[in-house]
């Protein structure tokens, strides 16, 4: 991962697992509470595709800038379903996602490189 430095990976990775709890804690909320369901599923892609972008990013994998463009997108998707509801964790998500993406953005730029 010559492109980045150490300090930069773990931010985007703390960044990441602070996300991929915060979607899986809001669709777990979203199943329980009913008629959430476009919620609950963007929460679950989010959460797969951060988690995808962890791995890559943790083995230091040549296409994590292509992975973490692709996170920043569905994040910023799932922070704007979260941000239609009144919910403390869709705002929790919301906040988590919105992180991440900033975070994934400073990366993103890596997948031509």
Known sequence: MENMNETE??????ALEECIHACSHCASHDIREGNMVECA?????????CAATLKVMARHSTHH??????CAH????????????????CKQC???CEKC?????KHAT???A
């Open 101 to 105: 993406a900033a975070e994934c953005d």
């Open 110 to 112: 890596e997948a031509d």
């Open 65 to 70: 800038g292509d992975f973490a463009k692709l």
């Open 9 to 14: 990976a773990l931010s985007a990775i703390e």
């Open 94 to 96: 919301a906040a988590a």
């Open 41 to 49: 599923l963007i929460c679950l892609d989010c959460a797969d595709i």
């Open 74 to 89: 569905i994040c910023r998707e799932c922070a704007a379903e979260c941000n239609k509801h009144d919910h403390e964790h």
